[in-house]
């Protein structure tokens, strides 16, 4: 009988002991916010890096509250999400001033870890009204 047990014990420490040594899930998710209901258009990367263009995805504008998860399936990686709110009254003239705001977010695990609102990532334009860019090394950044 102990030794029933015993083989019972390093069994499951084997079992349990090799889940540790298996890298940790990562999911990402991207998140695009705008005020006042505007739709928007963009572009991201997905789980394996490439990059996807809003219109061929959907066909057309994206609502506000957008979000899309995904595990990387590559690895260092970096994910990158581009948005531009839509702004029929915008012109050569008025550039973006009209335009609603726009907020990208990612998330690592439901955690945010990086936002941006009517700017990007390390620019040096400084605000452009309702676009935004967000863009996160993994693993390095985590």
Known sequence: MNRICFVAIVFSLFVFGCKDNEDPVLKVTYEVITTGGAMWYGEFDDENEIRVNSFDMNGGLLPSGWKYSFE?????????????????????????????????????????VQTQTNSCRECTVGTIKGMATAWLRIPEEL
Not at 87 to 107: A, G
């Open 72 to 112: 990387p399936k590559v690895s260092p990686m970096i994910v990158t999400i581009h948005g531009t709110a839509d702004c029929p009254t915008c012109d050569e003239q008025t550039q973006r001033e009209s335009s609603e705001d726009l907020t990208v977010n990612i998330y690592i695990n439901d955690k945010l």
